[in-house]
């Protein structure tokens, strides 16, 4: 139920995933079929957002979970919160930079909640 966003030709997606109550946005790493998590090292996932005008930068941090074995620079799983998701459920995004596994994707831009995985 979340938000696919395509890296490249289909070589990786991100899936966001809004909460509303609590105004936290989630991304998780996946393959270019979106059925396996992938982990990353990232120390963090930062998103240029534009939502009535207004523009925000969502950094989200790397989460770990203890029952995966995932850790803070190795985990498939990314979280930030703002007051402002809270109260906006559209926005217009970019992802300046992203590196997964030694690949580097620039300037991805996508609506938040509609994406821009077109599959």
Known sequence: GGTAVVLGDDAYHLEFVRDGSTGTLQAYVLDGEMETFIRSAMPALEVDATAGGAAHILRLLPVANPATGETVG????FEGQADWLKTTPEFDAVLPSIAIRGTTFTS????????????
Not at 74 to 77: C, E, G, K, N
């Open 74 to 77: 190795d985990t498939a799983l």
């Open 108 to 119: 991805v831009r996508f609506p938040f909640p509609k994406g821009n995985d077109t599959d």
